[in-house]
């Protein structure tokens, strides 16, 4: 129903500006009031975002988030006790859990991305066992197949956006949990789409 709102904002919007110097004065405060109205709508788009949750657990079992894991954090009571409703800051846990990847040296270690860590098996082997999980799955790096194995399966790199940027010609998929707490991968392509630019093969360089 927002997205909805913003579109029919958008269509006023786009109408008043192709009218001239004949705008009245109580045009000018229908602008005013739409101006007003866009400002709400932004600030309850953002507010929505700060609440949604960074990270889950599924079935107690797998650990779900976007980038990887902190030295700051052991326990996931740890991250239980954030006041997630914030800004991402440009460093500390928060920052780590969302830029964070996982890499085949021992240890910490720090990340080409100029934020977060990077993470071996020892460090994610641990995390596990310290928090009875038997996964950790997270997304932030461009596989192609959609999904890749790490950390001797315990750690998943799962990327969900096919043929990224129109140009990396991967595949992508989802992580799909039963009642018996069986996963499976499910692997698709980006629907074909008019006039769509020749596929590449080339991983960007920030995600490597």
Known sequence: MTILRLKLIQVCSSRRDRRGSGISNSG????SLLSNTR????MKLETTGLNMPRLTTVESEIFCLHGGLSPSIETL????NFDRVQEVPHEGPMCDLLWSDPDDRCGWGISPRGAGYTFGQDISEQFNHTNNLKLIARAHQLVMEGFNWGHEQK?????SAPNYCYRCGNMASILEVDDCKDHTFIQFEPAPR???PDVTRRTPDYFL
Do not use: A, P, Y
């Not at 750690?155 to 990327?159: A, G, R, Y």
């Open 28 to 31: 000018s405060q229908g602008m």
């Open 39 to 42: 400002l709400q709508l932004k």
């Open 77 to 80: 009571d740890n991250i239980r």
């Open 155 to 159: 750690v998943v790199t799962i990327f």
């Open 194 to 196: 008019r006039g769509e």
